[in-house]
């Protein structure tokens, strides 16, 4: 039977201060915790078994999910202590792969059809496929260079940036035969990106690339986790049976505040009047007073905005005091409990 096993024991250094108290698996996205994305998106493609690799806060991440009957998947789970990179990540859960894996990052935001990938891995009798994604901006990623009949010729994990030469990046989804464990040594900190698939690619093992129809967006820096929050409300990232809203701005049609369609309010916020939200994401208990503007921000659970305070495209934590007529700059990040007082810009 074809597993999920999602890599999910990063430290997600680049999110910082937002992780500190919530893994990255489990950061709030459209304020649902993100992992739920990732299972649904498996659970489409008909994978039910999904093993999930942890390393950082793991009781923070298995007591949402459990053994996963409530979501309809069964859930299993593997510890570091010592984070043993990706590759080394599934060595050591060697004893739970059987079969085909399908292999995740655990900070992608995708609506790809993974059964067609499946299929294109069978067709080409791969031993390994990487889904592959176009950006606009390659820096900072794997990059994968391939033929025209899909065989991986490089793949360069984050070359310096004047050795950048495609769009094309490696998306983080692997489908991977059983054999490739072969290829991982048993000790040490091993990666597929560094290490497994350079190597392969270089042998001319049958490993291929499998371009991403759809939307593909990872959420491991602020500006991307912002874009991935974006492309929820905005309805470009697919989510077939789920619903399209967490909360419709409904419960504040009053007439002095002014909230646009895009906008998730979870219900228990409080909304004052002359408040004016734009393209934002706000968690529960939110208490927004009066005149204050929110554009393209998402602000996490408890959190109280004052009077006439704008927000422009920044990421709150949770708790925190935004003072009246307090200004955030765009790129504002603010971890839990941070206070900013009244009348001052950041
Ligand atoms: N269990 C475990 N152990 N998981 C790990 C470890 C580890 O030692 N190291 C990283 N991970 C997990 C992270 O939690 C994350 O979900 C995933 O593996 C990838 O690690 P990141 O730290 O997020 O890597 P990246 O974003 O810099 O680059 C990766 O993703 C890009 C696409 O977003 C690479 O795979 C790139 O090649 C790729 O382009
Ligand atoms: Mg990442």
Redesign the pocket.
């Known amino acids: 039977m074809i597993k999920a096993f999602i ?4 430290k ?1 250094a680049r999110l910082r201060p937002l992780v500190l108290h919530v893994p ?2 489990i950061v709030p996205l459209a304020n649902i915790p993100f992992l739920f994305f990732q299972i649904d998106h498996i659970k489409r493609a008909g994978i039910t078994e999904i093993i999930l ?3 950082y806060q793991p009781r923070k991440i298995t007591d949402i999910f459990g053994d996963g009957m409530k979501y309809g998947v069964t859930m299993r789970y593997t510890h ?1 202590d010592l ?4 590759a ?2 599934l060595k050591a859960a060697e004893n739970l792969i059987d079969d085909t894996t399908v292999v995740l ?4 935001l995708t609506d790809i059809d993974l059964r067609d990938v499946l299929a294109f891995h069978k067709e080409r009798k791969a031993e390994a496929t990487i889904v592959t994604a176009r950006v606009m901006n390659p820096a ?3 990059l994968v260079e391939a033929a025209p009949d899909g065989r991986v010729i490089r793949f360069t ?2 070359p310096p940036e004047d050795e950048v030469t495609g769009d094309t ?4 989804i692997y489908i991977l035969e059983r054999s490739v464990l072969d290829r991982i040594p048993a000790e040490g ?1 091993q990666s ?2 560094r290490d497994i698939f350079p190597a392969m690619a270089q042998e001319g093992a049958r490993i291929y690339t499998c371009l991403t129809q759809g939307y593909w967006q ?1 959420i ?1 820096s602020p500006q991307k986790y912002l874009e991935a929050s974006f492309g929820i409300i905005s309805g470009r990232m697919k989510m077939p049976g789920y619903p399209q809203k967490a909360c419709p701005p409904n419960n504040w049609k009053k007439p002095e505040v002014s909230i646009d369609a895009f906008s998730i309010l979870d219900g228990k916020c409080v909304i004052k009047a002359g408040v004016a939200i734009e393209n934002s994401v706000l968690g529960e208990g939110c208490r927004i007073e009066e005149g204050a503007l929110i554009k393209d921000s998402v602000i996490w659970s408890g959190t109280r905005i004052m009077a006439n305070a704008r927000i422009e495209r920044s990421i709150i934590g949770r708790l925190c005091h935004i003072g009246e007529g307090a200004r955030l700059r765009p790129g504002t990040v603010l971890g839990d409990k941070s206070t900013v007082s009244d009348f001052s810009i950041v």
Do not use: H, V
């Open positions: 890599l999910a024991g990063g997600g990255k698996p690799s942890l390393s570091e984070p043993r990179g990706t080394g990540a990052n655990g900070d992608i900072g990623y794997g994990e984050k990046i490696n998306a983080g900190t597929f990106e990872d491991g």
